[in-house]
């Protein structure tokens, strides 16, 4: 069963920066792909980045480009997600996800395991 583990999240001031991780384990094919993914409150789920482990692409929300930067390190099974010059609507519950698909996407449909979930809050 794939595991997902999402940590890093946190209060920060506008303008900071965060790093979440995603710990996966459980899976044994080395075709896949981990995107993240946040909601805020009383708003759908969005996409964030999703990168494909097999060649690094990458993908990113246009809100985003510029500002995050998604990576991973396979030797340890890790993908992270470097948010700089936080804004306070980037304020959600940040998730990742894996798709054994190697493309990149940000179409949660396509996901089927997901993580628990980190909180990221942006003050003024």
């Known amino acids: 069963e794939v595991l997902l583990v999402e940590s890093g999240g946190g209060l920060v001031q506008a303008g900071k920066s965060l790093r979440l991780s995603c710990a996966a384990s459980?899976?044994?094919?080395?075709?896949?792909?981990i995107g993240w993914f946040r909601q805020a409150p009383g708003k759908e789920r969005e996409g964030v980045s999703c990168l494909v482990i097999s060649d690094g692409r990458t993908i990113y929300a246009d809100s985003v480009k510029g500002r995050f930067t998604i990576s991973s390190d396979n030797a340890k099974n890790t993908v992270y997600l470097q948010m700089n010059s936080l804004r306070p609507e980037d304020k959600a519950v940040y998730y990742c996800?894996?798709?054994?698909?190697?493309?990149?996407?940000?179409?949660?449909?396509?996901?089927?395991?997901w993580g628990q979930g980190t909180q990221v809050t942006v003050s003024s």
């Open positions: 459980g899976f044994t094919f080395d075709d896949y792909a």
């Open positions: 996800a894996l798709t054994p698909f190697s493309i990149e996407t940000m179409e949660p449909g396509l996901f089927g395991s």
